[in-house]
């Protein structure tokens, strides 16, 4: 089985910065693409980051010149650096892990990082 663990999320005011960090462990032979997904109250689950094994970046126009995703390979864990926060940022925050397993599914989700942002 494969696991996913988020955190890093809190409260912060308007323009602050907060760090999230998700580690992968569990039966796998790599970890193809890591991404951050982000979802409010009443609304639906969007994509905010992603990176791949090879280290292409995509982000969301939203979040463009704000957030930074990174990976750390070696520790199977990947970190969203998000700077310039507002309160439209408030969201929960999930981590998708699409790996190699060496059984069962190849798509993984973390349980999920509350980010709020204060006005």
């Known amino acids: 089985q494969v696991q996913v663990v988020e955190s890093g999320g809190g409260l912060v005011q308007a323009g602050g910065s907060l760090r999230l960090s998700c580690a992968v462990s569990?039966?796998?032979?790599?970890?193809?693409?890591m991404s951050w997904y982000r979802q409010a109250p009443g609304k639906q689950r969007e994509l905010v980051a992603r990176?791949?094994?090879?280290?292409?970046?995509t982000y969301a126009d939203s979040v463009k010149g704000r957030f930074t995703i990174s990976r750390d390979i070696a520790k199977n864990t990947a970190y969203l650096q998000m700077n310039s926060l507002k309160p439209e940022d408030t969201a929960a925050y999930y981590c998708n892990a699409n790996v190699l397993p060496y059984r069962g599914s190849t798509v993984y989700w973390g349980q999920g990082t509350q980010v709020t942002v204060s006005s």
């Open positions: 569990g039966g796998f032979y790599s970890i193809t693409t």
């Open positions: 990176i791949t094994h090879g280290g292409s970046i």
